[in-house]
């Protein structure tokens, strides 16, 4: 490692996007409290996410990232939690049969209960001053919860390890049986093409089950159950810290509260405290990658954040996130100087952020997302990937298994007429369940289209390149950077 680091290392440098409380005895005791409970996930379930990563990064598998903007404590119920794993293992499910590559699935799931916001405050319509919203992990989104309180770091905690029980347990009872496959309900899917296609789908995948059996051959115990993993956006500092312990086997420093942490677009500042803190757990990470991204930023990041690149091929995931009509511009010298730094990343693209727009329906405004500009989001980055010799490797959603009506389009032509009929969402919109099926099934036409066999791909990178060598030198002195 480039220099000592321990979990607290991020308390000697500036660090954006914390919470300020009236009460900084009450959060020391809390975060004590923290430090003190056990595991919400386990080192070898990190470490297998981690090897699978790797294989993200050669082009064997394709990662699904997907949930909620930003969970609720009262999202914590088997019937919403069930929801959320259903939609993100049938849409896998949608991808590995139509674009032929298995898949990972990691849920923002378990722990996704802080935001960043751009402001510490929000000015009401009555002229009263308070705290912005932040997730609910500091406060409540409800105008007299809005003073942030750290016991609600407890709370996170135990309604991340209900959630992350409740996911295991839903996995456990059968929902992931591919054996099982016709009897998933297509629940809000009203679309009758796309519900035939799942139909289909599932019908073959458990002819072609019935067919092995009959043969005398057992079923391997993967074809019933999948790995579920978990992540959240690494943003509440204390609270990380309190959740990151020495694993006595290798001596490596993990956060044991989620499986994969991400850094902000807001928090990926090199001299801070988000990026120091980053840099020394073991956990597979990932980097928000938006449109004030420039290349030699990006490769200064991810070397700073990734001592050891030639030892854990996949452990930095970048996460692109441009608006559909920058990806052309924007993606490929990313792509470029990463190429040419040697990283073995695995590169995804998240179609939300960088296409949210705002709407007004009977005088009340709405944040929303048009399901085009998401399908034409995905459909530009995989062309600007092949274009520059590289592959998309997976993607990253904000959806949700129930039947919202937060973005508009898709296989409901939903508009903004119906858009305050059912907007849950606690932040951003989401994509409810017929659109995130809709998109799956879209989105493995556009890989199958796109790509060759797997041994086809060109190498997107070569592992070498330790940091300071001349290939990074040189990089530093190429006007592509500048």
């Known amino acids: 490692m480039a220099a000592q680091w321990e979990p607290h ?6 660090a954006k996007q914390q919470p300020k409380y009236e009460n900084e005895e009450e959060l020391l005791k809390c975060i004590e409290e923290v430090k003190r409970l056990p595991p919400i996930v386990a080192t070898t379930e990190i470490d297998k ?3 699978l990563l790797a294989e993200c990064a050669r082009g064997e598998r394709f990662l699904l990232q997907g949930g909620d903007c930003a969970e609720q404590f009262s999202d914590c119920t088997w019937d919403t939690i069930a929801a959320k794993v259903k939609i993100l293992l049938q849409m896998s499910f949608a991808i590995t ?3 032929r590559i298995p898949t990972v699935r990691i849920g923002r799931l378990a722990g996704q209960f802080a935001k960043p916001r751009s402001s510490d405050f929000e000015i009401l319509s009555d002229g009263r001053k308070v705290f912005s919203y932040r997730g609910d992990n500091v406060n409540g989104s409800d105008i007299d919860t809005r003073n942030p309180d750290p016991k609600r770091l407890l709370e996170g905690y135990f309604r991340s390890a209900a959630t992350m029980n409740c996911a295991r347990v839903v996995i456990a009872e059968g929902l992931a049986d591919l054996r099982k496959a016709t009897t998933w309900d297509m629940g809000f899917e ?4 796309r519900r035939n296609e799942n139909e289909v789908m599932a019908q073959k995948i458990v002819s072609a089950l019935d067919f092995i059996e009959t043969c005398g051959v057992a079923l391997d115990p993967v074809l019933r159950s999948v790995d579920m993993f978990v992540s959240h956006e690494g943003l509440h500092l204390p609270y990380e810290e309190a959740l990151t312990r020495k694993s006595p086997t290798n001596g490596e420093y993990y956060n044991i509260g989620t499986h994969f942490l991400w850094i902000g677009d807001r928090t990926r500042q090199l001299d801070h405290g988000h990026v120091e803190y980053f840099r020394g757990i073991a956990n597979p990470i990932g980097i928000k990658v938006g449109p004030t991204m420039k290349p030699l930023e990006l490769v200064d990041l991810i070397e700073k954040v990734w001592p050891n690149p030639l030892e854990t091929p996949g452990k930095v995931t970048l996460i692109t996130r441009f608006g559909y009509d920058n990806v052309s511009s924007m993606l490929p010298p990313l792509i470029e100087a990463v190429k040419k730094a040697n990283f073995p990343v695995v590169w995804i693209c998240d179609p939300m952020h960088g296409n949210t727009t705002s709407t007004t329906v009977d005088g009340k405004k709405f944040k929303t997302r048009k399901f085009d500009s998401v399908l034409k989001e995905l459909e530009e980055c995989v062309k600007a990937h092949k274009e520059s010799g590289s592959f998309l490797a997976g993607v990253h959603f904000e959806l949700t298994g129930d039947n919202v009506t937060e973005c508009t389009g898709g296989p409901e032509n939903l508009t903004d007429a119906h858009l305050p009929e059912r907007y849950n969402t606690g932040c951003d919109p989401r994509l409810n369940y017929a659109q995130s099926i ?7 036409e556009y890989l199958l289209e796109s790509r060759k066999s797997i041994s086809d791909y060109p190498a997107q990178h070569t592992l070498g390149s330790p940091p300071g060598s001349p290939v990074r030198k040189q990089l530093r002195r190429n006007s592509i950077l500048e």
């Open 97 to 99: 049969y139509g674009a």
């Open 9 to 14: 290392s991020w308390r000697k440098l500036p």
């Open 438 to 444: 809709e998109v799956a099934f879209r989105l493995a």
């Open 190 to 193: 009203k679309n009758t093409v």
């Open 49 to 51: 996410l981690q090897s």
